[in-house]
Each structure stands twice: as C-alpha cells, then as structure tokens.
C-alpha cells in the first residue's frame, strides 16, 4: 500500500500531467474547480508511476481496462491488481497479486449527520451498534463503518448494484476482520479479509482483499 499527500507545486502537477493518457488529460481538463483536477491528475499520475514499477514499464505504457460497473483494471495478463481511493488532501493506492481488493479512505473532518446517514443506509445491525454510543464515540465509529463497507463494495466491483445494508461490518477498533455477515451467500464473509488501514490524524481507512486466488 501507498500513501500519498495532494498537496504539491503546481511543477510537480504539471509533470504529472504528462504522464496521463490523452483520455485522462481531457477528463482531468473536464474537472472546473481546481482542486479535484489537481488531485485526479496526482493520484492517476502516481497510480501510473507505482505500476510502471512493478511491471517494469514506463508511465505512458501502462494501459487500463474498465469492468462491467466502472472498476478499472490493467490490460493484459500480468496478475497485478490494484485499487484507489482519495479524499480532501490524501489518497490511498493499494496492489496485490491475483486477489481482488478494495481500498476506501475518508477525511472526518467532513460535516455529516452520522445516526442520520447510518439508519438510511446501514444495517440493523450496524445501527443497533452504533446507538449504543456516545456522540463523539459515534463519529469515530461511523467512518470506521463507512470505510469497511465501501473497501468491500469496491473489491467486489458492484457499486451501487450491492446496497449497504445486505452485509454487515464491526464497528469497533483496531479489527482485523471486520466482515461479519453477508447476505443472501452467508458464506461470502469467509471469503474476504476486510481490515483497517493506519493513516495520519484525521482520517480513517479500510482495506478489503479476497482470500482465494483469482
């Protein structure tokens, strides 16, 4: 896994830019505010670099494919997976040999109406938990939520197809297992290894891999 901070020079985003795909040159000209350009062009630029590493290629090579919901992936038989995410001012890159996986990281600096967002969209028994918290308990404990379900959704590529409420995850700290229970296959949580990610003050992460080689 890497991190990586979004904020830099305008010469560092500049040399990044030149390392996208004409596709992604215009889709980052797409973006109107600043600072979304800037961080879509940083975290694809270095998502470039770190596979060209690992393939042995350069930046410019690297060529993707995008699944059936949007999940991209590299062209080719090289066994390398990986997934991304970033918030306000931190992006997270994850990669692994022939497992799916997903990775979600979340600024809590965010202004959210947490038991609001849980009831709508967690499980009961997620919203069950969390209600036995005290308020600034509750934050903590959302995002924590929030990240394990999301580095799921994402390793499994369903988007918005999977609803947040068939699968159910630990609130609690530090756990190193953290799905609990899937639904309609109750046998799908013994095929995931989802588990937090230690990332600066903050932020919260999770990661999500299938155990089986794919």
Not at 1 to 8: D, E
Not at 32 to 43: G, I, Q, S
Not at 83 to 92: E, I, K, P
Not at 98 to 112: A, K, L, Y
Request: hydrophobic share 40%; with cysteine; net charge positive.
């Amino acid at each position: 896994m890497w991190q990586l901070p979004l904020h830099v020079s305008a010469k560092e985003v500049s040399a990044y830019y030149r390392l996208l795909s004409s596709e992604e040159q215009e889709r980052a000209l797409r973006f109107r505010v600043d600072r979304p350009r800037t961080e879509f062009v940083l975290t694809r630029g270095t998502l470039r670099t770190l596979l060209a590493q690992y393939l042995g290629s350069t930046p410019q090579e690297v060529q993707f494919r995008y699944e059936l919901r949007g999940k991209p992936a590299l062209e080719g038989e090289s066994g390398l997976c990986f997934n991304v995410s970033h918030t306000d001012g931190l992006a997270l890159m994850a990669f692994v040999m022939r497992r799916t996986i997903g990775i979600d990281v979340e600024n809590m600096g965010r202004d959210v109406d947490a038991q609001r967002l849980a009831e709508r969209f967690f499980s009961a028994r997620e919203v069950k938990a969390l209600k036995r918290l005290n308020r600034e308990e509750l934050r903590a404990a959302f995002f924590r939520c929030w990240t394990r379900k999301e580095a799921y959704i994402k390793a499994k590529g369903d988007g918005l197809s999977l609803p947040l409420h068939e699968f159910d995850v630990s609130i609690m700290r530090n756990e190193t297992d953290a799905l609990l229970a899937t639904r309609p296959d109750p046998a799908e949580s013994d095929r995931w290894m989802v588990c937090d990610v230690p990332v600066g003050p903050g932020y919260t992460a999770a990661l999500a891999v299938r155990k089986d080689v794919a």
